[in-house]
Every structure is written in structure tokens, then in C-alpha cells.
């Protein structure tokens, strides 16, 4: 009888060592993060670094050879068109013209009296073309709010009036530069006989601001003798700022006028709107950090937001630009991490009663975050997030702790 006992307590040991084997070697659940699938607002973008600038800048040259006096502004300073003084020229006594100079001389005028002409007639065309887009838009406006057209056609009207406007104010700056350069040709034919009769206005020429706006940096400071043509300061309106920034001609393409922009980073305490106004029509070369050339494009983006929100933004300023090319309130998607490439396909795995199955999915749009998803998948289910190798078709999962 004790040794049936003894038998008995041997396979009983046995046994319970055999189980312990079979447990220890039983393939356990994989713990993996989860996540599921979800609907809710998708946004397609592209973010790089731009530049803020004023929209235009006015270089003030020397209009002739001589001693520049010190410059008394700073950068900052607001100056008034025609009105302010930014420094004076001290000319250099004018050498005698002989006959071919002194020809030479007044072609140059002349040239320059036609190039003045023809800017007052583009200015005139301009002023014709922003009077008729304003009638357009005098019209449109009772039409859109009687319903007779539609919100489309009023903003068309708006946007061809603008348009016209901003041709006009660059058809008047083209005409100051004319001017000037009129005044500048006109100078060269003083010779040093008129200083010798007394005719000569003064010993200096001032320089004044040809726009209203702020200095922006002075090019001379100090006193000294410059030719001809040599810059002096730089003028622009402060309150007239545009953002740029340089994409690659693949993501360029991309983009165009009138999408929305999300403008961060810039300093402020929150982010500024804007609307792409432009994408430059060439490309240029550029070497990257890595020393890989690159076709780079320039794209214009206006800030919508009034001038209150972004009054610390100023010329030079760096600033992170995303490019909203699309945005949907109502898209399914899944995280980007759940989704790996298989035979070619894009799939991922589902969670169905604890087991993880190999799933293909038809995949839309993707973004820095998540993919959509056109067909293979239903809100809601539970997906094997950032799979690792221990992850298969068939292989038992369980939610990793915390998850």
C-alpha cells in the first residue's frame, strides 16, 4: 500500500512538472499599443520657414557723384514723402562736357522725358483700368446681396479691384523712378560754368524720402564720397508686410493662389492667417545644408489678420508657414505609425478577439500624422500600433500596460 503511495506522489510530481513545462513554453499574448480608427477633421499641409517682408522697398540713390553728408535718422524713423530730408550731397565739381558727352547728355534726357511719358500713361491706363473694376464691383454688390448672383462672383469682383488697385500704386512708383531718373539725366548737362555765373541753386543737393513709409536700414552712415547711383537707404511701409517663403518645385507645385495658410513661431502669443497671394513662376538653384542642389520656388502670402495682431512682426523676421492644401472635417483615418507596406500594399493589423489580423487597406491622403482611408477598415476597430517583428497574421495580442 505505501508503495502504490509512493507511485502516486512520483506522478503526481511528475505531472505538475510536466504542466509547469507546458506553461512555461505556451506562446503568451504579444503586448502591443493600440489605437482605433477614427473620423473626424484631416488636414493636408506644408510647413517650412519663411521670411517676413515689406511688400515693397524703396532704395534711395545717390542722384549725383560727390561727399555725403552724415546721416542723423535711425532705422525706424517715419518719413513723409517729398517732406523729409534723409541726407544731402556735397557734388563733386562737374568736369566740362564736350560736344559727343554734351550729346550723349541730352539724348539721355530726352530718353528719360519719354520713359517719364510713357510711366504717366501707364499711370493713366492703370487709373482707367481701377475705375471700371470699381464700377464692376458698385454693381455686383446690391446684385450679391439681392441674391441675383452668387458670393463666388462678388468675390471675383473684389479681387479683379484690388488687383487693379495694386497695379495702379506700382504704376505710380514707376513713375517717381522715372521722375527721378529724369532729374538725375537733367544733372549730368551741369557743367562746371554754370557754379562760375552763379547759377547753381546751392552747394548741396538734399536728398529727400521719394515715399512715406520707415527707414529700413541706412546703406551709408557716415560721411563720404560716393559716385553716382550708390545707394543710400532703404524705405518701405512697416504696416505692408507679406511673408515669404522658398519651397521645393515638388511642393510648389502644389500650391495655389488663394489657399489658406497658418502662419506660427513667429513670436507672438498665437497663430496669424494668411492667403497664398503668388507662386513665383521660375525656380532658382540653391546647395543645401547637405550640399545637394535644389530647385526652390518663392511664394508670396499675404497676413489676413489686421495689422493690431501682428504689430511686432517686422522686415527680416523668421517665421514657420504651413500651407493648408486641403482640410475635411468628416474623413476616416488611422494613425500613420499603424501602417506598413506589404507586398507592395499598404496594410496594418486589426485586433479581433485578442488575435492580430493582417489587413490591406486602401489608403487616400496622408499627412505628418495620420493616413485616410478609402476602403478596408470601419470606425471604430482597434489596430496593432508601431508592429514590431513578433507581430504576425494569427499571433495572440493583449494591450500593452497602461494602454
Not at 549725383?64 to 513723409?80: K, L, S, Y
Not at 542642389?293 to 511686432?312: C, G, L, N, Y
Request: aromatic share 4%; charged share 25%.
Amino acid at each position: 500500500m505505501q508503495r502504490l503511495v509512493r507511485w502516486i506522489l512520483r506522478l503526481g510530481l511528475l505531472a505538475v512538472v510536466v504542466a509547469g513545462f507546458v506553461y512555461a513554453l505556451w506562446p503568451r499574448p504579444v503586448p502591443v499599443d493600440i489605437a482605433e480608427v477614427t473620423r473626424g477633421m484631416f488636414e493636408v499641409s506644408i510647413t517650412d520657414d519663411g521670411e517676413a517682408r515689406v511688400r515693397e522697398v524703396y532704395v534711395v540713390s545717390a542722384l549725383v557723384a560727390g561727399q555725403v553728408m552724415r546721416f542723423d535718422g535711425e532705422v525706424g524713423d517715419h518719413v513723409t514723402a517729398g517732406e523729409s530730408a534723409l541726407t544731402e550731397i556735397l557734388p563733386t565739381n562737374p568736369v566740362f562736357l564736350d560736344v559727343r558727352s554734351r550729346a550723349e547728355s541730352e539724348a539721355l534726357v530726352a530718353a528719360a522725358e519719354a520713359a517719364t511719358s510713357l510711366a504717366e500713361a501707364e499711370v493713366d491706363r492703370a487709373q482707367a483700368a481701377v475705375n471700371y473694376a470699381q464700377a464692376q464691383y458698385d454693381r455686383a454688390e446690391p446684385l450679391a446681396d439681392r441674391g441675383t448672383i452668387s458670393p463666388a462672383e462678388l468675390d471675383r469682383a473684389r479681387l479683379e479691384l484690388s488687383t487693379e488697385q495694386a497695379v495702379l500704386e506700382t504704376a505710380r512708383a514707376a513713375l517717381r523712378v522715372r521722375s527721378f531718373e529724369l532729374e538725375t539725366a537733367r544733372a549730368a548737362l551741369i557743367g562746371p560754368e554754370q557754379d562760375l555765373d552763379g547759377e547753381a541753386e546751392g552747394c548741396c543737393i538734399t536728398v529727400r524720402a521719394p515715399v512715406s513709409g520707415e527707414i529700413l536700414r541706412i546703406l551709408q552712415e557716415s560721411e563720404v564720397v560716393v559716385p553716382v547711383g550708390t545707394p543710400l537707404v532703404e524705405i518701405g511701409d512697416a504696416n505692408d508686410l507679406e511673408i515669404v517663403v522658398d519651397l521645393l518645385s515638388s511642393d510648389a507645385v502644389r500650391v495655389s493662389p488663394g489657399d489658406p495658410v497658418v502662419i506660427e513661431d513667429w513670436g507672438g502669443d498665437m497663430d496669424l492667417n494668411g492667403t497664398v497671394r503668388r507662386v513665383a513662376p521660375f525656380a532658382r538653384t540653391e546647395v543645401s545644408s547637405l550640399g545637394i542642389e535644389e530647385q526652390r520656388v518663392d511664394v508670396m502670402i499675404d497676413i489676413t489678420d489686421p495689422p493690431t495682431a501682428w504689430s511686432r512682426l517686422g522686415h527680416g523676421y523668421q517665421a514657420d508657414i504651413r500651407i493648408v492644401l486641403r482640410r475635411d472635417s468628416d474623413v476616416l483615418q488611422v494613425p500613420l505609425g499603424s501602417l506598413f507596406r506589404e507586398g507592395g500594399d499598404w496594410a496594418l493589423f486589426r485586433i479581433v478577439d485578442g488575435v492580430a489580423t493582417l489587413t490591406p487597406v486602401e489608403v487616400g491622403a496622408i499627412n505628418a500624422v495620420a493616413a485616410e482611408i478609402h476602403g478596408g477598415l470601419e470606425q471604430g476597430e482597434t489596430l496593432v500600433l508601431y508592429p514590431s517583428d513578433r507581430i504576425a497574421d494569427g499571433v495572440s495580442v493583449v494591450p500593452r500596460d497602461g494602454v
